[in-house]
């Protein structure tokens, strides 16, 4: 697949001097490093300030500060923007920073968004901000892929504040889904990992747009920040770059790992992975969320699940509401977060970002949001779960000839 623009890792190398050979990691964590700076180009970068956001009021109240304030540039890239009153409130408010000549770039997934219409962003237009849908279906630009999303969520302000992570842009974020209060995870982000993050927006709105952007400002490292490391991949990347990281950070587990995604549909690498760390000792611990927006997929995460367990996989499942957090947390050293689901989409479809956090003290508060989780959460017993019916199993086969596509 070709971007027709510059690849991500191509603007990183360009953007960032952080040298490959001097790592701020301590081993054995820095092998994991070395890992992902090859599979992406982005070396880590010190001096970060990263900030968890686990409600999207939480959110949304930061990023409408944030949009209020902002006095040269405003990029805003998103899997989901709904034609509903918060969409439409924070296109108000784009439009009014536009208004007072905030250079506005809004990029949204087509796809992701449905049944959003593409006149909702006009008001934003005529005032002088500009938006695109991120499609990889053109076909006056011979683009002719159906099965690709942008599913990253980045928000760059003023070149030097940057939101990430796993929250979109509608009302079920708010006020949940069927009843079911919506769980998921963000973070604001200061210091030189927004300047890595604006690469990725500004070779997202390439593509999309044929618009070169360059950011106002080169975000300062902050004082006692910490390390990050940019993780985005997608389906150009010729490394597997999602798949890959995920692996790498899983093999560098030495006591646990702990992972949740809402969505859980392994490719062979993350099987392998598993069962690899649980087998040479690593406590790994899965939490899935029994409750979702996407129908049946629990079951065909369940057909994964047997093989797990044997080798000692503890297995959670989260129904207490939805989780939609993606969050992998190894040892008490490192965190990734970001869009990643650990399904087949993720790995090779969709174009991802998340960021590898090396820092004890936000791993720890990290591990405190997800235990409150665990805690409230089912642990599947391996022999009551090998005893489900004939017609449970072949309802999950079924699905899971599904998989690729899902």
């Known amino acids: ?228 490391q940019l993780v985005a991949g997608g389906p150009d990347s010729p490394l597997a770059t999602n798949a890959r990281s995920v692996q790498a950070l899983i093999a560098s587990a030495q006591h646990r790992v702990t992972l949740t995604t809402p969505y859980f549909v392994p490719d062979a690498g993350l099987q392998a992975a598993l069962e690899l760390a649980a087998a040479r000792g690593v406590r790994v611990r899965l939490l899935v969320s029994s409750e979702t927006d996407m129908g049946p997929l629990l079951l065909l995460s369940r057909s994964y699940f047997e093989t797990l367990m044997r080798v000692g996989v503890e297995i959670y499942e989260y129904d207490e509401d939805i989780h939609h957090a993606k969050l992998i947390l190894v040892d008490d050293a490192v965190a990734l977060v970001g869009s990643i689901n650990l399904d087949i989409r993720s790995f090779h479809l969709n174009y991802e970002v998340a960021l590898a956090l090396y820092d004890a003290a936000l791993v720890a508060e990290l591990d405190d949001y997800l235990e409150q989780r665990l805690g409230t959460s089912t642990c599947l017993d391996p022999e009551r779960f090998a005893r489900r019916g004939m017609r449970t199993r072949l309802l999950e086969g079924a699905l899971r000839l599904l998989a690729p596509a899902l």
Not at 110 to 125: D, H, K, V, Y
Not at 207 to 222: G, I, K, Q
């Open 1 to 228: 697949v070709q971007r027709w623009a510059l690849p991500s890792g191509v603007f990183l190398r360009l953007w960032f001097a952080f040298p490959y050979w001097q790592s701020p990691i301590p081993e054995p964590y820095a092998a994991a490093w070395r890992a992902l700076a090859t599979f992406t180009g982005a070396s880590a970068t010190t001096g970060n300030q990263i900030r968890p956001l686990t409600t999207a009021k939480e959110f949304y109240a930061d990023l409408e500060n944030s949009i209020r304030s902002a006095e040269h540039q405003l990029w805003l890239c998103f899997f989901v923007w709904r034609d509903d009153e918060v969409g439409q409130h924070f296109l108000t408010l784009l439009t009014e920073a536009a208004q007072r000549g905030v250079e506005v770039r809004l990029l949204v997934d087509e796809i992701g968004s449905r049944p959003t219409p593409r006149a909702i962003f006009s008001q934003l237009e005529q005032a002088g901000g500009r938006s695109s849908w991120a499609t990889t279906l053109f076909p006056r630009r011979n683009r002719w892929f159906v099965n690709l999303r942008n599913h990253r969520k980045i928000v760059i302000v003023d070149g030097v504040t940057a939101f990430t992570g796993g929250m979109n842009i509608g009302v079920e974020y708010r006020d949940g889904l069927n009843g079911k209060i919506w769980n998921d995870l963000n973070l604001r982000v200061t210091g030189p990992a927004v300047t890595q993050l604006a690469a990725v927006f500004a070779d997202d709105w390439h593509f999309a747009s044929n618009e070169r952007l360059r950011p106002v400002r080169t975000a300062e490292p902050v004082d006692d920040g910490m390390p990050a």
